[in-house]
T-cell receptor, first 116, second 116 residues
C-alpha cells in the first residue's frame, strides 16, 4: 500500500498567486515526521519544511506553510506569492518512528510550473 | 547548513564494468547515510541504509551483490554498481543525518550514471 500519495502529477500556477500541493499519508505509528522537498531540474533536493506528528501548530517557513490535518492524514504544502523560480518537482516524504535518523518514504512528486 | 557532496556528478561507463560513487559529509559527522535511486520524473526509491562500521541494510528487491555499499567512516559512504548494465542507468542520490539527530536529512547533489 502506498504510504505517501501525491495525486497531482502536474500543477500550473500564475506568478504571484498561491498554490497548494496535496499530500496524504498512511501510518499506524503515532510518532512520525512529514517533509517537503523541492527538486529543480539540476537534481538537488532542497529541504523546504518539516512537520512533526505531535506539533500543535502548522509549520511555516517563509513563503512555505504546511497545512497539517492529522485526522485526515494530509500534509499539504502551500506556496504563497509564487515565483518563476518555484518551478520544480516537489516531493512529500514521511519518516516513521521516533528514530530521527530513520529513512524517508517519498511520494510520487508534483511538477509545478509557474507561469509569468 | 550541513553539506553533502557526491563524486562524480556524472559518469558514463561501458556495460559490464563497475563504477563507484562517493558520498561525503563535508562539515559534519553522519551517523547514517541513505542511498536513493531516481528515474526521470519519478520518485526517489530508497535502496539501502548505511551506518558507519556496519553492514548496510538493503530495501526489498535491491540486489546486495549488485549494489555494494561501504560506510568506512562517519563522513564517507560509497556505492559501487558492479557489472553495470544499461538498466542500471539512473540518478543516484545519497543523504545523511547528523549525530545530533536533526529532523532534516541532507542530500547530496546526485550522480547521473549512464551505462552504454
Amino acid at each position: 500500500a502506498q504510504k505517501i500519495t501525491q495525486t497531482q502529477p502536474g500543477m500550473f500556477v500564475q506568478e504571484k498567486e498561491a498554490v497548494t500541493l496535496d499530500c496524504t499519508y498512511d501510518t499506524s505509528d503515532p510518532s512520525y515526521g512529514l517533509f517537503w522537498y523541492k527538486q529543480p531540474s539540476s537534481g538537488e533536493m532542497i529541504f523546504l519544511i518539516y512537520q512533526g506528528s505531535y506539533d500543535q501548530q502548522n509549520a511555516t517557513e517563509g513563503r512555505y506553510s504546511l497545512n497539517f490535518q492529522k485526522a485526515r492524514k494530509s500534509a499539504n504544502l502551500v506556496i504563497s506569492a509564487s515565483q518563476l523560480g518555484d518551478s520544480a518537482m516537489y516531493f512529500c516524504a514521511m519518516r516513521e518512528g521516533r528514530n530521527q535518523g530513520g529513512k524517508l518514504i517519498f511520494g510520487q512528486g508534483t511538477e509545478l510550473s509557474v507561469k509569468p | 547548513g550541513a553539506v553533502v557532496s557526491q563524486h562524480p556528478s556524472r559518469v558514463i561507463c561501458k556495460s559490464g564494468t563497475s563504477v563507484k560513487i562517493e558520498c561525503r559529509s563535508l562539515d559534519f559527522q553522519a551517523t547514517t547515510m541513505f542511498w536513493y535511486r531516481q528515474f526521470p520524473k519519478k520518485s526517489l526509491m530508497l535502496m539501502a541504509t548505511s551506518n558507519e562500521g556496519s553492514k548496510a541494510t538493503y530495501e526489498q528487491g535491491v540486489e546486495k551483490d549488485k549494489f555494494l555499499i561501504n560506510h568506512a567512516s562517519l563522513t564517507l559512504s560509497t556505492l559501487t554498481v558492479t557489472s553495470a548494465h544499461p538498466e542500471d542507468s539512473s540518478f543516484y542520490i545519497c543523504s545523511a543525518t547528523t549525530v545530533e539527530g536533526a529532523n532534516e536529512q541532507y542530500f547530496g547533489p546526485g550522480t547521473r550514471l549512464t551505462v552504454t
